[in-house]
């Protein structure tokens, strides 16, 4: 069976050459049965009834609208951790960069090109960037995620005092998180003592506009942001006021657009915080092996919108359903299958929210018009979005 693929951005290619002679990319006249893509926005646009999963190489999916495709049987997956040390490793250099005024400093260097004696004229203008050491300085880390974790432990090795704030906190990256590094309750307590404060949160209706008026006034003066995270999470009015009152010394942004690109004390990076050659690698990589998976055997790993399933194929053939997550679900998917003399051989069902998968493993080989009659079947019962069938090609 061959899989068609539709990719959006640049994916790397040890990704992409993860989709052998069973897949096809990108082919003009077919319809994807998959998505694979980087930051290209799918909002606004059809999505082709044949798609049943995309899957986002990095980490953000606020490009892709989760909900309305999860109605639709779509699966949506991301990378999570995948371009986290890449993230890391910009966020550490311009927090270093900016405390000791390098963006500003290189630029002034920079206008000198043409000029005479710039080697005096260097010694005799050096100190209008005498910048600070990070040696002490008070680090807030909002969000502590794949990245934030990763930017509070580093932090701390460069002698930062490091104060973090995520009331979600993964037990799993709670392990990973050094005990120095101080969690606060109260993104206020954060906001007030922190010289420098990065956030890494995820951009949903939630969290727009999350560092709004009320979030600066509580900040320290002078205070350096940065924002590696998304844009919108900072109230672009408020910010704009913070920077003309001097809350904000500086604010760091890898999501530049036509107003604050204007603004004065604005350091605007083109979106390079996961642009390198191994996180692009990382993404694609993990991104095609977890699509392949999908298509070929039906589980699920690092989904958005579905839990982790993961149920070795040995049967000659695989029904996986995606449904809401109500009441005799199951009951009414094994009454179908009993009806037709189908026999379970295995049976997983996991729900994560208001949405549920089910994977039931058939001993009975189906032919083509066997498969259409009960895919339609199980899609007629009310709450399930896509069933499909997976023939196993190995199976003897
Ligand atoms: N600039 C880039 O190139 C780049 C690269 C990767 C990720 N990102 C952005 O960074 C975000 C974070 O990435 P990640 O890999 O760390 O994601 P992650 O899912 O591992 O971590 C996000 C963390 O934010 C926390 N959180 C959610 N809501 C919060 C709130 N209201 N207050 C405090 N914490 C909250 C969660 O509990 C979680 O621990 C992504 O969603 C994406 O938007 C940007
Ligand atoms: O959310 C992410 O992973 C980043 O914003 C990276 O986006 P990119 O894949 O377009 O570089």
């Known amino acids: 069976m061959t899989h068609h693929i539709k990719t959006y951005n640049q994916i790397a290619n040890a990704g992409l050459s993860l989709l052998d002679e069973q897949y096809k990319v990108n082919a003009a006249d077919a319809d994807p049965d998959a998505i694979l893509l980087r930051s290209h926005s799918l909002h606004n646009e059809p999505l082709p009834s044949s798609v049943q999963a995309i899957a986002r190489a990095g980490a953000g999916t606020n490009n892709i609208p989760v909900e309305s495709f999860t109605e639709q049987g779509v699966v949506v997956f991301n990378t999570p951790g995948a371009n986290a040390n890449a993230v890391k490793e910009l966020v550490l250099s311009c927090l270093i960069a900016s405390a000791r005024n390098l963006f500003s400093a290189i630029t002034w260097t920079n206008s000198l090109k043409g000029s005479t004696n710039v080697a005096q004229q260097v010694e005799a203008n050096k100190k209008a960037f005498i910048g600070n050491e990070i040696r002490g300085k008070k680090l807030g880390v909002i969000g502590l995620g794949n990245i934030g974790s990763v930017v509070a432990n580093d932090a701390l090795s460069l002698d930062m005092d490091v104060v973090a704030y995520d009331p979600f906190v993964s037990v799993d990256v709670a392990w990973m998180i050094s005990r120095n590094v101080q969690r ?12 420098y404060i990065t956030i890494h949160v995820p951009l949903s209706e939630k969290t727009t506009g999350f560092i709004d008026e009320k979030a600066f006034k509580a900040m320290k003066k002078g205070i ?6 998304r844009g919108e999470l900072v109230d672009e009015q408020a910010l704009e006021a913070a920077l003309k009152d001097g809350t904000v010394g500086k604010y760091i942004t890898d999501f530049p657009n036509d107003r604050i690109f204007e603004l004065e004390n604005v350091v605007a990076i083109p979106h390079l915080g996961a642009s390198t050659l191994e996180s692009e690698e990382n993404c694609a990589v993990m991104a095609a092996t977890q ?17 982790n399933i993961d149920l070795p194929l040995t049967s000659p053939g695989r029904l996986t359903i995606m449904h809401k997550n109500v009441p005799n679900m ?20 996991r729900s994560r929210g208001s949405w549920a998968y089910t994977l039931i493993d058939i001993d009975n080989k189906l032919t083509d018009p066997e498969a259409v009659d009960i895919l339609n079947r199980l899609q007629n019962i009310e709450g399930v979005v896509r069933a499909r069938h997976i023939a196993n090609g190995w199976h003897k």
């Not at 606060?184 to 010289?195: K, S």
């Not at 998976?293 to 690092?302: C, K, M």
């Not at 199951?330 to 069902?349: C, H, K, P, Y």
């Open 330 to 349: 199951v009951g009414q998917i094994s009454t179908l299958l009993a009806e037709r003399a189908f026999n379970i051989a295995d049976m997983v069902n």
């Open 224 to 229: 350096q942001f940065i924002n590696f995270a």
């Open 291 to 307: 699509l392949k998976n999908f298509l070929e055997t039906g589980n699920i790993r690092n989904a958005v919108n579905l839990p």
């Open 184 to 195: 606060v309750h109260n993104l206020e307590e954060l906001l007030a003592t922190c010289d």
